[in-house]
T-cell receptor, first 111, second 112 residues
């Protein structure tokens, strides 16, 4: 499985966009980029995923570079409730569905 | 209605005891998982079941035995509990193995 590298922590001002980077330089052609987050004392929550194209949903946008070696999760208007650990995961669909979590980025949204 | 529910939420027990954690999902999913989050907050997969069949067993000690009586339930039984088993255990489910996972709220196990 491809490994991911994320900064251990980031701060963001409330109401501003939070841009969380992720490097996955060894990603294979059939591997998807997934983002999950874990708010303190809760189970991980799915945010978004993509293969090649940029994706957007009600929670966030995912920007994947053309060479697919890195991606950025964008929370357009961060709120205090977005404070969490954000995990970037590269997932192959022939792995029985498992997600391999790294250390993630601890995002602190400050008033 | 909680989509993936685990019981109990907290479990405190002595070394050497046997305990079970129950998990139920009401999403109609075919695949269920158990993950362990240790004190350093690393989340690791333990088991995965698809249609009641074991498909992933990540070299977990055989003191841990998952049981799936039906597609909606995946219980985790742990024999001879050890101090190192203290962790938060998360159950999850997905529609299929290539779909997004929905996680429960976790069971915090403390072995004294």
């Amino acid at each position: 499985d491809a490994k991911t590298t994320q900064p251990p922590s980031m701060d963001c001002a409330e109401g501003r966009a939070a841009n969380l980077p992720c490097n996955h330089s060894t990603i294979s052609g059939n591997e998807y980029v997934y983002w999950y987050r874990q708010i303190h004392s809760q189970g991980p929550q799915y945010i978004i995923h993509g293969l090649k194209n940029n994706e957007t949903n009600e929670m966030a946008s995912l920007i994947i570079t053309e060479d697919r070696k890195s991606s950025t999760l964008i929370l357009p208007h961060a709120t205090l409730r977005d404070t969490a650990v954000y995990y970037c995961i590269v997932r192959s669909y022939n792995q029985g569905g498992k997600l391999i979590f790294g250390q993630g980025t601890e995002l602190s949204v400050k008033p | 209605d909680t989509a993936v529910s685990q019981t109990p939420k907290y479990l405190v027990t002595q070394m050497g005891n046997d305990k079970s954690i129950k998990c139920e999902q009401n999403l109609g999913h075919d695949t269920m998982y158990w993950y362990k989050q240790d004190s350093k907050k690393f989340l690791k997969i333990m088991f995965s079941y698809n249609n009641k069949e074991l498909i992933i067993n990540e070299t977990v000690p055989n003191r841990f035995s998952p049981k799936s009586p039906d597609k909606a339930h995946l219980n985790l039984h742990i024999n001879s509990l050890e101090l190192g088993d203290s962790a938060v255990y998360f159950c999850a489910s997905s529609l299929a193995t290539n779909e997004k996972l929905f996680f429960g709220s976790g069971t915090q196990l403390s072995v004294l």
